[in-house]
């Protein structure tokens, strides 16, 4: 049996005890979906297995078997981890790795070989997006309501298609009634970064993927999951479980410890965080005029919050309210550093200038968001009334 611990493995006791499954991030800082500060035992886990897992795992000597042990190890932990949070008992074997949204999503869709199209929504990521129309196959888009909520009433050929949908979404938070699909028979790849560590996805789902950051875990790493039950196989070897480039075990490493410490923290992380964005909504509602919020309200991500203001402009926002010390995202994650307004805004039907989407990190503080809802009333009056608003 593979020991599943890898903060025992790897990092002394004495060193982890009193630790919690989060970092503290920079005072201000809340755009958690563009990542997070490694957590102390996740960033002691790293940097140990950098010192031990430097070698190539698929080598025969001691340096690469003791680089596959941590490899495999850490591997156990994330199917533990998915089992843990999904309720679908999984294998070592059916847990793969890559190093992007894309290369995952690719490699996942070619998995599913008796379907001929796929049906994804408007509202993917775009990374995602690109990966279905690499596949060749026929695809279909479908709409989403005002709420970003899928039509369950759907007209593809169950048997022929594939559905690619996101447990919740990354930008306005709401999220999908999974169960309702799968109760169609549609196979499904889900997308559930931003979900895993915050929410319990649930077992409604063939093959799960999802970023490694969402949890706190380092950038790079996309973990895949194949639910036993799924009518799948892997289309090209990967050995280990590594897709396409050779191995990171530190960082795979990492992962799985930032998912493992974290997971018996996430029921108090969500209830705090639900709070403090229903709070904060309730405060901008009240302080701000002409602000208007996009996604469900309730069923959703707990630490996501968007919304768009009237007569700012996003870019200038953000960039004021980082001057004042608060760090938020603008329009979609995808397009950040492009004039294309949000995708996800459009297929809404949303209002898309002026927008912040404000994705709060594990363990924020009340303080935190007092001092945000200060700042962001007083940068709004002061930008429209240098529009002449």
Same mark, same amino acid.
Not at 9 to 15: E, F, G, H, K, Q
Not at 285 to 294: K, L, M
């Given at each position: 049996m593979i020991q599943r611990?890898?903060?025992?493995?790897?990092?002394?006791?004495?060193?982890?005890?009193?630790?919690?499954?989060?970092?503290?991030?920079?005072?201000?800082?809340m755009d958690a979906v563009g990542g997070l500060p490694l957590a102390p035992q996740t960033a002691l886990a790293f940097s140990r297995a950098q010192e031990l897992a430097w070698s190539d795992p698929a080598r025969l000597h001691h340096l690469g078997k003791q680089s596959a042990l941590l490899s495999d190890t850490a591997r156990a932990s994330l199917a533990a981890s998915i089992t843990s949070s999904t309720g679908v008992s999984l294998t070592v074997e059916q847990v793969f790795f890559a190093s992007s949204a894309r290369l995952a999503a690719n490699w996942a869709i070619a998995g599913f070989r008796a379907v001929s199209s796929i049906s994804h929504t408007a509202i993917e990521t775009l990374s995602v997006i690109d990966a279905c129309a690499d596949s060749g196959l026929d695809i279909q888009v479908l709409s989403v309501d005002h709420m970003g909520r899928i039509d369950l009433t759907l007209t593809s050929d169950v048997d022929r298609s594939l559905l690619v949908v996101q447990a919740a979404n990354v930008e306005i938070g709401t999220r999908q009634d999974l169960r309702g699909l799968a109760d169609q028979g549609y196979s499904t790849l889900v997308d559930a970064s931003q979900c895993l560590g915050r929410i319990e996805v649930g077992p409604h789902w063939s093959v799960l993927m999802a970023d490694a950051r969402g949890w706190g875990g380092p950038a790079g +790493? &996309?973990? *895949?999951?194949?639910?036993?039950?799924?009518?799948?196989?892997?289309? @090209? #070897?990967?050995?280990?479980?590594?897709?396409?480039?050779s191995a990171n075990v530190p960082a795979l490493v990492a992962a799985a410890t930032a998912l493992e410490v974290l997971l018996p923290e996430v029921v108090t992380q969500a209830e705090d965080a639900f709070a403090l964005t229903e709070y904060l909504r309730a405060r901008l509602?009240?302080?701000?005029?002409?602000?208007?919020?996009?996604g469900d309200p309730e069923n959703r991500l707990p630490h996501i919050l968007n919304c768009s203001v009237l007569y700012v402009s996003?870019?200038?926002?953000?960039?004021?309210?980082?001057?004042?010390?608060?760090?938020?995202?603008?329009?979609?994650?995808?397009?950040?550093?492009?004039?294309?307004?949000?995708?996800? +805004? &459009?297929? *809404?039907?949303?209002?898309?200038?002026?927008?912040?989407?404000?994705? @709060? #990190?594990?363990?924020?503080?009340?303080?935190?968001?007092d001092g945000f809802i200060e700042v962001f009333t007083e940068s709004v009056a002061l930008l429209r009334i240098e529009a002449g608003r």
């Open positions: 611990s890898i903060p025992n493995l790897i990092v002394p006791a004495s060193n982890v005890a009193s630790m919690t499954g989060f970092a503290p991030a920079p005072a201000g800082f +790493l &996309v973990v *895949i999951a194949v639910n036993p039950s799924a009518t799948w196989a892997a289309p @090209l #070897p990967a050995p280990g479980g590594w897709l396409g480039s509602e009240a302080d701000v005029p002409d602000v208007v919020f996009s996003g870019e200038a926002l953000i960039s004021d309210l980082d001057r004042r010390g608060f760090a938020v995202a603008s329009g979609s994650a995808c397009v950040a550093d492009s004039d294309r307004a949000s995708h996800v +805004l &459009v297929a *809404i039907g949303a209002f898309t200038g002026g927008n912040v989407r404000i994705s @709060l #990190p594990f363990g924020c503080a009340q303080a935190t968001v």
